[in-house]
């Protein structure tokens, strides 16, 4: 089993699950023309996409989506919160499946867990993903985490998680007021240090790769991510990844 990003921030995400010849892709944040161009840097072409798993609604995670599955024809799986809040732009899909409960399915090789989290969007999902043998956790797009979380997400093999900004930089920020309290509130994003917690709290002791994703390009540096996860594990800041908002990141290997 596998995973790389096509990008990950504020103005679009996408990750790659691959376990022998199933690909999943999570969320299509990207045009048409750039995911195609990400794929390819990744060594993948659209085609071999076996499916797409939507966490939510915003646009940053699911403007790419219906123009990928309409050309390619590839299924998509998302909540009926999120189907609902995007009208009309799925009806000529030819393969909408919804996620009724959070409910674990598969598509082909991989095992998909759904789980929710609290983020202002409809009814978010994230996601662990599976072989059988090895786990794979991603967390983005919540503001706060909760008892369910940090049960779903110990003993991962690996973990994709935000760290959305730098309270302080937040603080600091030109953004408005309502905004900084959007994002730094409880249905917002992961400030460093509430990821940095989480992770203390997790069972880690299989964690093979941790990545450091959805970084406010504004309001956040890689430096600042990485020593807060690297403190949490108490590990060298070298060993957390950190996916890139322009090219993500390649390939990881988990066995």
């Known amino acids: 089993m596998r995973f790389a990003c096509l990008g990950s921030g504020s103005q679009g995400n996408g990750l790659v699950v691959e376990v022998a010849d199933t690909r999943l892709l999570l969320d299509c944040g990207f045009t048409l023309k750039e995911t195609t161009i990400r794929l390819s840097k990744l060594g993948l072409e659209p085609g071999m996409i076996d499916g797409i798993v939507v966490t939510h609604e915003h646009s940053d995670h699911i403007d790419g989506v219906a123009r990928f599955a309409r050309k390619f024809g590839t299924p998509v799986w998302l909540t009926y919160g999120t189907l609902r809040s995007v009208g009309k732009k799925f009806d000529l899909l030819s393969a909408v499946n919804i996620i009724d409960g959070y409910q674990r399915f598969s598509v082909n090789d991989i095992e998909v867990e759904p789980y929710p989290v609290p983020h202002d969007a409809q009814e978010p999902a994230q996601f662990v993903f599976g072989d ?104 060298g800041i070298d060993w957390i990844g950190v996916a890139d908002q322009s090219d993500g990141f390649g390939w990881r290997q988990m066995i």
């Open 132 to 235: 059988g043998a090895v786990r794979l956790g991603v967390l983005t797009d919540a503001g706060s985490s909760t008892p369910h979380i940090e049960a779903v997400l110990s003993q991962c093999h690996a973990l994709v998680l935000e760290c959305n900004h730098d309270a302080t930089m937040l603080a600091n920020s030109d953004y408005p007021y309502s905004l900084k309290q959007r994002v730094g509130g409880r249905f917002g994003h992961l400030e460093n240090s509430a990821s940095a917690s989480l992770l203390a709290s997790l069972d880690c002791s299989r964690l093979q790769h941790i990545i450091a994703a959805h970084l406010s390009q504004k309001n956040n540096t890689p430096l600042l991510a990485q020593t807060g996860l690297s403190g949490a594990l108490n590990c």
